[in-house]
């Protein structure tokens, strides 16, 4: 304990501040975010995650060449590799940060 009553003062401020602080991130942002994902946040939830476009043909892992297939017809057409390999982590990227930083951070699948 602290003798000085100026330095208690400081030092229940100080504490009052970061409660503050937290309680106003924690509104701002795990709140809002659960309720509108509701049950997709919770541990027990499985969550699949797709990654339409990042396919690799014929299965094979050699030297894949990123093919889409657009609309019903089963036409291949070529995507521009880097583009959408940029595209498709960066997305999967803000996805799981997003999801750890509501303290999901288990029962999450990524396919292709």
């Known amino acids: ?58 299965n094979t892992l050699a030297s894949p060449k990123l093919i889409s297939f657009e609309g019903n017809n089963s036409q291949m057409n070529p995507n521009i590799e880097k583009v959408w390999a940029e595209a498709e982590s960066e997305g999967l990227t803000d996805l799981t940060n997003l999801l750890g930083r509501l303290d999901k951070h288990s029962n999450i699948e990524v396919g292709l």
């Open 1 to 58: 304990m602290t003798s000085n009553p100026l330095d208690a003062f400081t030092t229940t401020l100080s504490f009052i501040r970061s409660t503050f602080k937290y309680v106003k991130r924690w509104w701002k942002f795990r709140l809002p975010a659960s309720q509108i994902l509701g049950e997709i946040v919770d541990n027990k939830t499985l969550v699949k995650i797709f990654l339409k476009d990042f396919i690799v043909p014929n």
